[in-house]
């Protein structure tokens, strides 16, 4: 269910220069902004926890996800480029499972990595709290694959959807409005973090079973209709 060569193209393509700076950016941001916050108000669990969840997983991470399980099909898709790929003795699951692998690996080394950073620098994981969001921004950056991905392959406007889901449906309902909390991976990610770190830190809406489970639910039902539709594409171009 992996294949070194699509693996080769899609990171390619998702480093390539003008991604490769939008990355490095956010990371970037968030260090920045962590060591300003620790300068200044020195080491406090409570400003580490809001920063790391207000910032890093609430905004960084779904972006990052956006960039990441968009790219590694969608461009593909719309310049038509993805015929040629799917030509190749390659099997579609092979070639899905693949890219998620990929949009995972991508997501999780400019989301996770850098959070554990910023936690560091903020409170040097006082109340695991470091650790916590990292354990969040894993677990967040698996589902953001899959459902970005499967955006991806559906809509030629996945990126624009992508940033509505990322900046207003997580970053403002998924955080404000009660009903829209139990669907948002932000708050299922929230659940495990809330597991790890210090009482009082970390507040998620849904409890950690129903996250788990929606989190895997989500990430393999969008997997598995993610290349029920990239079938249908190719039928469709054989047609």
Do not use: C
């Not at 809509?155 to 998924?174: D, K, N, P």
């Not at 669907?183 to 129903?210: C, H, I, N, R, Y």
């Amino acid at each position: 269910m992996y294949n070194p060569t699509v693996a080769r193209l899609t990171y390619r393509a998702l480093l390539g220069r003008r991604r490769a700076l939008i990355l490095f950016a956010l990371p970037a941001l968030l260090i920045v902004i962590s060591i300003a916050v620790r300068s200044f108000t020195g080491v406090d669990d409570k400003v580490a926890a809001d920063l790391l969840g207000g910032f890093g997983l609430a905004t960084m991470v779904p972006l990052i996800g956006v960039i990441a399980g968009t790219g590694a099909i969608g461009p593909e898709i719309d310049d038509g480029s993805i015929v040629y790929l799917l030509a190749k003795p390659v099997k579609r699951p092979t070639i899905i499972m693949t890219k998620l692998i990929v949009a995972i690996a991508v997501t999780m080394a400019f989301s996770a990595i850098p959070t554990l950073i910023a936690g560091f620098i903020l409170n040097g994981n006082g109340q695991q709290i470091a650790v916590a969001y990292t354990v969040a921004a894993l677990a967040a950056s698996i589902a953001y694959s899959a459902l970005f991905l499967l955006l991806g392959t559906v809509s030629r406007h996945a990126v624009v959807f992508g940033l509505v889901y990322a900046l207003i449906w997580e970053s403002l309902f998924g955080s404000l409005v009660s009903g829209a909390k139990t669907l948002s991976v932000q708050q299922w990610a929230l659940a495990l973090a809330e597991k790890v770190s210090g009482p009082g830190f970390v507040d998620s809406s849904v409890s950690l079973p129903t996250a788990v489970t929606l989190l895997a639910v989500v990430t393999v039902g969008a997997t598995l209709y993610a290349g029920q539709k990239l079938r249908r594409l190719t039928l469709a171009g054989e047609e």
